[in-house]
């Protein structure tokens, strides 16, 4: 699987932008998706997470962007949404989505290093 990131640009606070990550195959109901971002001279951070559509699907949120971002996905068209909304100048990041194989039905990993499948990121820029 091959995952191709998109949508990111120079908004001002307070207005939403929406990030597609499209697979190449459609195995990809299997895995699990993630978005982090990754800001200059800082770590890469989780942003957001759909678990595979396995069972009931499941998605996770840090506390820093609950209630404005949502994820979502379509498999049909083999795309992971990231809905950003009520954006502010320190969600400024590039943006990475990442995915794999579901391995535990609910678990949603946080850490960067429990994928193996990256798109290239795409940059999104919040002014005050």
């Known amino acids: 699987v091959q995952l191709q990131a998109s949508g990111g640009g120079l908004v001002q606070a307070g207005d939403s932008l929406r990030l597609s990550c499209v697979a190449s195959?459609?195995?990809?109901?299997?895995?699990?998706v993630v978005w982090f971002r990754q800001a200059p001279g800082k770590e890469r951070e989780f942003v957001s997470g759909?678990?595979?559509?396995?069972?009931?699907?499941?998605?996770k949120y840090p506390d820093s962007v609950k209630g404005r971002f949502t994820i979502s996905r379509d498999n049909a068209r083999t795309t992971v949404y990231l809905h950003m909304n009520r954006l502010k100048p320190e969600d400024t990041a590039v943006y990475y989505c990442?995915?794999?194989?579901?391995?535990?039905?609910?678990?949603?990993?946080?850490?960067?290093?429990?994928?193996?499948?990256w798109g290239q990121g795409t940059q999104v820029t919040v002014s005050s």
């Open positions: 759909i678990s595979a559509s396995v069972f009931r699907v499941t998605t």
């Open positions: 195959e459609h195995t990809f109901s299997g895995y699990d």
């Open positions: 990442a995915a794999k194989q579901n391995s535990e039905i609910g678990a949603i990993s946080v850490s960067p290093g429990s994928y193996d499948i």
